[in-house]
């Protein structure tokens, strides 16, 4: 592929994103763009991603060393240890990294053995993200996994066989006839396996998807607001009682052992994303870039065929995006929104911009106030969306 000509300075970045859009199966629930495979996808997909690496190694001249690499999608296990080693190849060999960089590989339970694990780890991989989603058959069914808890538990130990010390499980709750009891049991197994990570979300019903069909507004077989707060409230009573930090709405993490790629999206660090669906954000301008690549295979390849960005939809932020990103991004950490940062940042006193709102949500016991900075109460984690609502601008 012959490079553009065109350089853009100073694009800034510290994680490099990789969207793997296949899936054995595609589950019902899931908004993001995937689709399973045909004969040689998987080999021709790897070499257009490694295609835009290159084009994008040609439009970039400064950013700073890479500090996280994340494969997602779809069902990056899918993907053999060789492909993975390519893609990393590539990526070391295009960009800086630094020292200790964190590989994550998003992992389905059902597509993965000792053999494969432990290629994963030879090719670099020094982090596993696996898609456990219960531990409970009856709501796998429900969720339309191709695994089960068997299988789960099994990947689990075939991981730390492979050498792996640093491995998240994603949990979901509030599922389609899921009672408190079948959570905390979720919760009590996954603890017991004593992963360094834990994502415990809830489900949402996201637009057309065919859960959205299957689970209509006002459901009665979903489990209501008041159920869905004590499944939350469980998960954070037991997860801190075992030592697991809970430092960001959805995350919890052993000392030390948070997850540095989403951690650098709540952060606004800067991250390229490469393949059929990625998004990305660069710090490319005062307040930085956003944009996508379409979610389409055949449009996708046309477009890196001709020599240009896959990137579509560019958007330049404008102050105030950037306001309400680094407050509602901001504000999902644990540690929340500091003065000092937003000072910086924006060049004002937060207060002075958002006195009013702090002073309400204060009063309604969705934040609390300490001596540098606002953070969310549990109350706040439960009604988030309320909250980041009154900081958009």
């Given at each position: 592929?012959?490079?553009s000509?065109?350089?853009i ?8 994103y990789?969207h793997?859009p ?6 019902p629930y ?6 399973e ?11 257009l991603?490694?295609e835009e ?7 970039v ?11 997602g999608g779809?069902?990056p ?7 993975v080693?390519?893609l990393?190849?590539q ?10 960089v ?14 494969k694990?432990?290629?994963?780890r ?5 982090r596993l993200?696996?898609?456990?989603q219960?531990?409970?058959?009856r ?6 996994r191709?695994?089960?808890s068997?299988?789960a ?29 079948m ?23 996201e ?23 004590e499944?939350?409230e469980?998960?954070d ?7 697991y930090?809970?430092?960001e709405?959805?995350n ?16 606004r660090d ?6 059929a669906?990625a998004?990305?954000f660069l ?12 979610g389409?295979?055949?449009t996708?390849a046309?477009?890196?065929?001709n020599g240009?960005?896959a ?13 309400s990103?680094f407050?509602?991004?901001?504000l999902r950490?644990?540690?929340g929104?500091?003065?000092p940062?937003f000072?910086?940042a924006f ?15 204060i009063?309604?016991q969705?934040?609390t ?6 953070r ?13 609502r009154?900081?958009l601008?």
């Open positions: 592929m012959r490079p000509s065109k350089i300075a100073n694009q800034m970045f510290t994680r490099i990789l793997i296949f899936c054995r199966k595609k589950c899931c908004a993001f763009f995937s689709q495979p045909s004969a040689g996808d998987i080999e021709r997909y790897v070499r991603v490694c690496m290159l084009h994008h190694s040609h439009t001249t400064a950013h700073a060393d890479v500090d996280s690499i994340y494969f779809g069902t296990s899918l993907l053999e240890p060789r492909h080693g390519e990393l190849e990526t070391a060999g295009l960009f800086r990294l630094a020292p200790e964190e590989i994550t590989l998003e992992t389905n339970p059902g597509t993965v053995d000792l053999r694990l432990s290629g994963f030879q090719a670099g991989v020094n993200s696996l898609g456990v219960s531990f409970d058959d709501m796998l069914a429900t969720l339309g191709i695994h089960t068997r299988q538990q099994a990947a689990f130990a075939s991981a730390r066989k492979a050498r792996f010390d640093n491995i998240g499980i994603d949990l979901i709750h509030s599922l389609p006839g899921q009672t408190p009891e959570w905390r049991t979720d919760l009590e197994h996954a603890i017991k396996l004593a992963p360094e990570h834990l994502s415990v979300y809830g489900l949402t019903i637009p057309e998807t065919p859960f959205a069909a299957r689970y209509p507004e006002e459901n009665t077989q979903l489990p209501d607001q008041d159920l869905s707060a499944m939350f469980a998960a009573d037991l997860l801190t009682l075992q030592g930090e809970h430092y709405i959805a919890y993490a052993l000392p030390g052992r948070s997850s540095r790629h989403n951690s650098g999206y709540w952060h800067g991250c390229l994303g490469l393949g669906g998004h990305s710090r490319d301008t005062d307040f930085g870039t956003r944009s996508c690549n379409p389409n295979l055949a996708y046309a477009s890196l065929r240009v960005s990137s579509e939809e560019v958007v330049a932020l404008t102050r105030d995006d950037a306001v990103e407050m509602f991004l901001g950490m644990a540690d929104v500091t003065f940062a000072r910086e060049g004002i006193e937060l207060k002075d911009m958002f006195g009013r709102q702090v002073d309400d949500l009063s309604q969705l934040l106030e300490h001596a540098s900075g606002i969310l109460t549990r109350r706040g984690m439960l009604l988030s969306n309320h909250v980041f009154m900081f601008t």
